[in-house]
């Protein structure tokens, strides 16, 4: 609610995170919302499954559809976003893909941007091809690209913010006005961000998805994905997933209940510590090049610093190096855990050339601007002089 004369204030990012979203309907006394560990729910007679389907009693039916532990956190994810209704996935990817088959028609026509996770781009070529979509790939940030991209039929535009691994960052609120100017919904993977850096739907866009395995989570212990936007697009992506099947499980919307509510002291952290780290790089002989929002090198720099809170734990940065010497880097690390993924408490390391793309011609993946001295830090919420002196100690070997 927004303040106002005789309106309460709003509370800030940490109370809303520890209490949102489980206090409105409490399913017990318990402070913790219970794991509800059941796959179906039963009624009392034939006059209460009669009053359930004429939607006058709201409880839940069968565990494909509903779970008290999840409606908890898409409840409490609503209030972090400012949305008005939330929904999980399975993982971030099933998110998209749900997504993706919710709202676009047979032979309708997608506006994406090349700097994305590769499975995204696969799943445009791969399977949306197979119901005659027309995917169009543009480059990151330039809301002119995207104005010449959409056409009659676009029915999205979806992009991540910032996206992996060069960290671009859109101006959500003007491609949202080029968008809708044409009739296109805007969808905005906001992993990287959290809605504690930024909150898209506020800029303009009609929905946000997260990898909730990411920083929504915060502990690398959990695989879920999750929408939030209007009620009326969340309840076809509700009602696709029902269909679909990727549902998340209770016990993994427990352990992302838990994780929300230290979002905002543990982006805190990755903030300061990403932006710590990016500084040194940049500074440093051995190091060619670093991709962090918070930089002016970045190219979007200034789109960052006036539309987010902060710029997150990710640097991207590439070594003057090949790629023998970019692996001795990694292997002489020895705080961050070699690994993919991100946004846990523990910092990450990897080469996406190794990691992701290996499988392809290393000319197809340089093509991608995925380079074989190209390096991805998801910094945790270790002490930053730490991952200083870490850092510096492996770049010593090169």
């Known amino acids: 609610m927004s303040e106002g004369p005789g309106r309460p204030k709003r509370p800030g990012d940490s ?71 939330a929904v999980l996935f399975a993982s971030g990817m099933c998110a998209t893909t749900t997504t993706f088959l919710a709202l676009l028609p047979r032979g309708g026509h997608l506006v994406t941007t090349s700097d994305c996770y590769r499975r995204t781009r696969q799943f445009c070529q791969e399977y949306l091809t197979k119901l005659d979509v027309e995917t169009t790939v543009i480059e990151p940030a330039d809301p002119k690209k995207l104005a010449d991209a959409l056409r009659d039929g676009t029915t999205l535009f979806f992009t991540e913010s910032p996206t992996n691994p060069y960290l ?19 969808v905005i993977d906001s992993t990287f961000a959290s809605p504690v850096n930024h909150r898209a739907l506020a800029d303009g866009a009609d929905l946000v998805l997260h990898s909730a395995t990411k920083y929504l989570g915060g502990h690398n212990d959990l695989l879920a994905g999750a929408a939030a936007g209007g009620k009326e697009l969340v309840g076809r992506l509700r009602g696709a997933v029902g269909v679909l099947g990727g549902v998340t499980d209770p016990h993994s919307a427990y352990l992302l209940l838990r994780g929300m509510k230290t979002l905002s002291l543990r982006m805190a952290r990755h903030n300061e510590n990403g932006l710590r780290i990016a500084h040194m790089l940049e500074a440093h002989a051995r190091v060619r ?72 011609p290393r000319a197809e993946r340089e093509a991608l601007g995925i380079t074989d001295s190209l390096v991805r830090l998801s910094c945790g919420i270790e002490d930053v002089s730490d991952l200083l002196a870490d850092l510096e100690q492996a770049l010593a070997s090169l």
């Open 15 to 85: 109370t809303r995170a520890v209490h949102a979203g489980e206090r409105e309907r409490p399913a017990s006394d318990a402070i913790t919302t219970p794991i509800f560990q059941t796959s179906t729910y039963w009624f009392r007679d034939s006059e209460e499954v009669r009053a359930y389907q004429e939607g006058r009693k709201p409880r839940d039916e069968y565990g494909r559809y509903g779970n008290p532990t999840w409606r908890a956190a898409e409840r409490k994810l609503a209030d972090l976003e400012g949305a008005e209704d």
């Open 168 to 186: 671009r960052v859109i101006d959500v609120a003007e491609a949202s006005r080029v968008a809708h100017a044409r009739g296109a919904l805007v």
């Open 289 to 360: 090049r670093v991709w962090y929002p918070g930089l002016e090198s970045h190219p979007d720099h200034a789109t960052a610093s006036r539309t987010m809170r902060g710029f997150g734990g990710v640097v991207s940065f590439e070594l003057d190096s090949d790629l023998e010497g970019t692996m001795r880097f990694v292997d002489r690390c020895r705080i961050p855990y070699i690994a993919p993924s991100l946004g846990g408490v523990e910092s990450l390391i990897e080469m996406p050339a190794l990691m992701s793309y290996w499988d392809k």
